[in-house]
């Protein structure tokens, strides 16, 4: 119950409304976290301190001990490695009156998302530029397009124009296959297989291997992270597109890069640039 409204200040919340209050809507500065599970946005586990960068660019601290200085316990869509226990334990705590919240992993990325730059420069730092990409498209794809940005080095044979980019990147199978993928910033993309045939990782929304190609591109400056956050917003509620002409195109031209016919350097990517995340 608010109290009653005057002409020129608005109302007061009275006390009831006021322990009535959500607790703890935004992640600020000094919180301590600790997680649980393994996670969809991080398949390579917590050990690639990805999760702990999120944090600290957050401006709070994450910690491994479950106990009453916790503020967040942060649990993750998949099993881990002792979850139920440490579960429970913040459950303990909470009913013993620790200020403890149990969020999960979709509440956690929009908490820590930051809408400004944090590197000083007027540029988005790469732990943010991950998380807010988590917010444009599928979270498992995007950690699988991390995890296979740590495991391998790749050469990003890609033209990025004002108006479109378009790459081709490998297969993680190893089968030595390829995929032509493009994205346009009105958000429009797709992704082809050698014969033209749709990428099967597409299932209505970007794939590993754009994802690959953006990031990949990102990080070595090819473009602007804000511009490729832009581009991958745009795309957020858009469906996948054929553009035969174009992945046609640009298969061509990177198989006469290979045979040395065509001069077309590619863009390498190593994986010691995405250990930390």
Not at 129 to 150: P, T
Not at 226 to 255: F, G, H, V
Request: charged share 25%; glycine share 10%.
């Amino acid at each position: 119950m608010l109290a009653k409204k005057t002409p020129k200040k608005p109302a007061k919340p009275t006390a009831k409304a006021k322990k009535a209050a959500p607790k703890k809507e935004r992640i600020s500065a000094g919180k301590r976290f600790a997680f649980a599970g393994g996670f969809d946005c991080c398949p390579a586990g917590l050990d690639d301190t990805m999760l702990v960068r999120m944090v600290e660019a957050a401006g709070g601290t994450a910690v491994t001990d479950i106990d009453a200085t916790l503020d967040f316990l942060v649990v993750g869509n998949r099993r881990g490695d002792k979850k139920i226990a440490r579960v429970n334990e913040a459950k303990r705590l909470a009913s013993g009156g620790a200020d403890i919240a149990i969020i999960d992993e979709t509440k956690f990325l929009t908490h820590t998302r930051l809408k400004t730059p944090t590197d000083g420069t007027g540029e988005l730092d790469f732990p943010t530029f991950i998380n807010q990409l988590y917010a444009c498209g599928d979270k498992g794809k995007v950690g699988r397009a991390l995890d296979m940005l740590r495991k391998d080095r790749f050469q990003l044979y890609a033209h990025v124009q004002p108006e479109h980019l378009v790459g081709v990147v490998r297969s993680q199978s190893g089968s030595g296959s390829v995929y032509a993928s493009w994205l346009d910033k009105d958000g429009r993309y797709g992704c082809s297989q050698p014969d033209l045939e749709d990428c099967m990782g597409l299932q209505g929304s970007t794939c590993k291997h754009l994802m690959v190609l953006v990031v990949g591109l990102a990080r070595t400056n090819q473009m602007t992270m804000a511009q490729a956050l832009a581009w991958m917003r745009a795309a957020k509620d858009e469906s996948p597109r054929k553009n035969t002409t174009l992945c046609a195109e640009t298969l061509i031209q990177y198989k006469g890069a290979q045979a040395g016919e065509v001069d077309w350097r590619p863009t390498e990517t190593i994986p010691e640039d995405f250990y930390a995340f």
